[in-house]
């Protein structure tokens, strides 16, 4: 079984910095892919970014392209995703997602979620 446990979340200005961290636990060798998703009051959940651990290979949403850069440290089995030059609008509660399926990782489908990091970003 793979335990996700997320951290970093707060509040900042707008223009500030945060590093959202993610901790897995358990079978990690079988993960296909580690994601970030964020969900806002009354909103749909989007994804963020994503990499697939064993190429590398990342994709961010144009929302946040430029600014978040998604990172992983396999040695400690922690994703990251730092998160610069905020902006209200990226207010939400941030989720750690992970599968072991390359068909659920590209369908944006992911079997193993953290609990969530609220971030709130003032204007």
């Known amino acids: 079984q793979v335990q996700l446990v997320e951290s970093g979340g707060g509040s900042v200005q707008a223009g500030g910095s945060l590093r959202l961290s993610c901790a897995a636990s358990?079978?990690?060798?079988?993960?296909?892919?580690m994601a970030w998703f964020r969900q806002a009051p009354g909103k749909g959940r989007e994804r963020v970014s994503i990499?697939?651990?064993?190429?590398?290979?990342?994709y961010y949403a144009d929302s946040v392209k430029g600014r978040f850069t998604i990172s992983q440290d396999n040695a400690k089995n922690t994703l990251y995703l730092q998160m610069n030059s905020l902006k209200p609008e990226d207010t939400a509660m941030y989720y750690c997602a992970s599968d072991t399926s390359p068909q659920r990782c590209s369908q944006n489908r992911h079997a193993y979620w953290g609990q969530g990091t609220q971030v709130t970003v003032s204007s």
């Open positions: 990499i697939y651990t064993s190429g590398g290979s990342t």
């Open positions: 358990g079978y990690t060798y079988s993960m296909y892919c």
